[in-house]
């Protein structure tokens, strides 16, 4: 069980000399009973939290527990109350924050035999208790090509290629991270190839793109995480593959990107 996390935004974080730490999940696996803690179950909760944790009573109660899902994505904005439960393993894409503020560690102690550090008082100011993602469903843009998230700050979405098929990505504004599932693959770019296992995580800066994908000799899956203009690069094509203003919209859960 990791500790239940608030994170500040980009204002609360500016004064740190940090932005703020928007993070999305995306589940690799899980355990048969695995959840993921995403939120309170109404905002009012907050005040009666407040009190709980102030007096080092658990406050997983409170907690919106959600079945963790393989293959499920979820955006969790900053000032969202989380955790992550135990038996799971999740690719995370985030804001470059390392600002982490702990509201309860599960009555753990550290390798010092003591309690962890809490930080109550700085996780209360920066919560935002009306947040409660939820899990978002991927929008299919062309053949082996499924948008799973998408803000301001990022984009993830999942490849899926049949044997020998490739796939070009080309924006040349952000680098591109692509970190193989499954599968095995070359990745090209700037007249150089290379060859990709799983596991592994190929970064394509700017200057090198387009850069192609090619499945040999089987299927392949990876994530491709990238910083988007929201409206060339997820909007029009999600609309042009047929997906609804709400289902786009609802890649940015709780928040407002893609209205």
């Given at each position: 069980m990791l500790s239940v996390q608030v994170h500040p935004d980009d204002e609360e974080a500016r004064a740190l000399g940090s932005p703020g730490k928007t993070e999305a999940w995306h589940v690799l696996s899980s355990g048969i009973e695995s959840e993921l803690y995403l939120g309170l179950h109404t905002p009012s909760d907050l005040d009666e939290l407040a009190i709980r944790a102030r007096t080092g009573a658990r406050t997983s109660s409170f907690l919106r527990a959600i079945p963790a899902r393989p293959m499920e994505t979820v955006l969790i904005p900053a000032g969202t109350i989380h955790a992550l439960g135990a038996g799971i393993m999740v690719y995370e894409i985030q804001q470059p924050s390392g600002i982490t503020y702990r509201l309860d560690d599960w009555g753990r102690m550290g390798s010092d035999g003591k309690p962890r550090e809490l930080h109550i008082d700085q996780s209360l100011a920066v919560a935002k208790p009306a947040y409660q993602p939820a899990p978002i469903a991927p929008i299919e843009i062309e053949q082996g090509r499924s948008l799973l998230t998408a803000c301001r700050y990022f984009a993830l979405e999942k490849l899926a290629l049949a044997p020998d098929q490739t796939i070009t990505i080309d924006h040349p504004e952000s680098p591109a991270v692509l970190t193989l599932l499954d599968g095995n693959g070359v990745v090209s770019a700037a007249g150089k190839r290379i060859d990709i296992r799983p596991g592994e995580t190929v970064v394509i800066f700017p200057r090198d793109m387009p850069m192609t994908l090619y499945a040999n000799p089987t299927t392949l899956t990876a994530l491709h995480g990238w910083?988007?203009?929201?409206?060339?690069?997820?909007?029009?094509?999600?609309?042009?593959?047929?997906?609804?203003?709400?289902?786009?919209?609802?890649?940015?859960?709780?928040?407002?990107?893609l209205l």
């Open positions: 910083v988007p203009d929201l409206a060339s690069e997820i909007v029009l094509p999600a609309l042009a593959a047929g997906a609804s203003n709400a289902r786009i919209a609802a890649l940015a859960g709780p928040l407002d990107d």
